[in-house]
């Protein structure tokens, strides 16, 4: 079974950091580009960053460009968000999730953590 | 940066009604269109990929259509569980975007 547990979340001042974490388990997390979505309380989903399987491609959001990192380590099957200089607008429940295909630009989202909140407040 | 507009906002219907939710791209995202339904405090379920191709396990009642830019889900009879929200995504360029969602509410 397919399972994506997401941590690191919690609360941080405005210019603060935080780096989540996801730990993919029943599938072989190397062969597929993982994302990272976001959602605000109350509100729609946002896409934030993704990453090919091999980890040489990312992408990012305008919104998060230059002070979000996504990375992966394949040997601890892992996924990760380095957020540097958060703002209040980052407040949100941040999840991962698996595309849909391997090797493969294939990025739809066939599995979903619960995700692990991150609250930017002083 | 694709934008994805879905209508309507709110859709009321009953059990065992046909639902039609549609969402519309400020451009072409060719058939790269993908649909999820969300509950209340649960993650987003994949229901739809590719404009017409229902992910593993999901019911025969949803169907998705459309092309270009302009793209249909259709819940042929409504089930209680079935009552949600619903997002559309393109993964035609980048950025990816989402549409605003369409929550579709028990009349």
């Known amino acids: 079974e397919v399972q994506l547990l997401e941590s690191g979340g919690g609360l941080v001042q405005p210019g603060g950091s935080l780096r989540l974490s996801c730990a993919a388990s029943g599938f072989t997390f190397s062969s597929y580009a993982m994302s990272w979505v976001r959602q605000a309380p109350g509100k729609g989903l946002e896409w934030v960053s993704s990453i090919g399987d091999s980890g040489t491609s990312t992408y990012y959001a305008d919104s998060v460009k230059g002070r979000f990192t996504i990375s992966r380590d394949t040997f601890k099957n892992t996924l990760y968000l380095q957020m540097n200089s958060l703002r209040a607008d980052d407040t949100a429940l941040y999840y991962c999730?698996?595309?849909?295909?391997?090797?493969?630009?294939?990025?739809?989202?066939?599995?979903w953590g619960q995700g692990t909140p991150v609250t930017v407040s002083s | 940066e694709i934008v994805l507009t879905q209508s309507p906002a709110t859709l009321s219907l009953s059990p065992g009604e046909r639902a039609t939710l549609s969402c519309r791209a400020s451009q072409s995202v060719s058939r790269y269109l993908v649909w999820y339904q969300q509950k209340p405090g649960q993650a987003p379920r994949l229901l739809i990929y590719?404009?017409?191709n229902r992910a593993t396990g999901i019911p025969a009642r949803f169907s998705g259509s459309g092309s270009g830019t302009d793209f249909t889900l259709t819940i042929s009879s409504l089930e209680p569980e079935d009552f949600a929200v619903y997002y559309c995504?393109?993964?035609?360029?980048?950025?990816?975007?989402f549409g605003g969602g369409t929550k579709v509410e028990i009349k």
């Open positions: 590719d404009t017409s």
């Open positions: 999730a698996k595309v849909g295909r391997s090797y493969g630009d294939y990025f739809y989202f066939d599995c």
């Open positions: 995504q393109h993964r035609s360029s980048w950025p990816l975007t």
